[in-house]
Structure formats: structure tokens, C-alpha cells
């Protein structure tokens, strides 16, 4: 089983947002928009094995909204 956990540079990261151990969705408690981009890392634990990952969040309004599904496909082979 996986656990994941915020882990941080800044102080605020764990005063905006919050992070379920079990899926590792993040969600914010509070506005964040006096901070964007906003910069913390994710820690992902199992089998007393961690990784860390960069998370950088920033606010996208509708208009520039676009979802891109791409099926039987790898990233790899994804070309912008």
C-alpha cells in the first residue's frame, strides 16, 4: 500500500492544502490565488521505499480549459 504525504520548502503548504494518504488527491483549504504558482513536493511511501515528486499548481479559467484523452497509447509516443 502506497501513503502519500505534502511535503514542502514552504511553511504554507500545509495551511492550503491537504492531501489524502490513500489516493494522494490534493485539494486546497483555502484561496490560493495571492500565491499561484504554487510550489510543494509529494512523498509517496511503500514497502519502506519513498519517492518524491514536484507538484506545481496553478489556476487554468474555462476558457483555456481542454481535456486530451488519448487511448492505447504510452506517453513515449505522445509528440507535441
Do not use: W
Not at 6 to 24: C, H, M, Q, V
Not at 26 to 37: A, C, E, G, N
Not at 44 to 49: D, L, P, R, V
Amino acid at each position: 500500500e502506497i501513503a502519500y504525504e505534502l511535503e514542502s520548502d514552504n511553511p504554507l503548504a500545509r495551511s492550503y492544502f491537504t492531501i489524502d494518504s490513500r489516493s494522494g488527491i490534493t485539494r486546497t483549504i483555502d484561496d490560493i490565488s495571492p500565491l499561484l504558482p504554487f510550489r510543494l513536493n509529494v512523498e509517496a511511501k511503500g514497502n519502506s521505499q519513498g519517492s518524491q515528486m514536484p507538484l506545481i499548481l496553478n489556476v487554468i479559467n474555462e476558457p483555456h480549459r481542454m481535456i486530451l484523452v488519448i487511448r492505447d497509447t504510452t506517453p513515449d509516443k505522445v509528440k507535441s
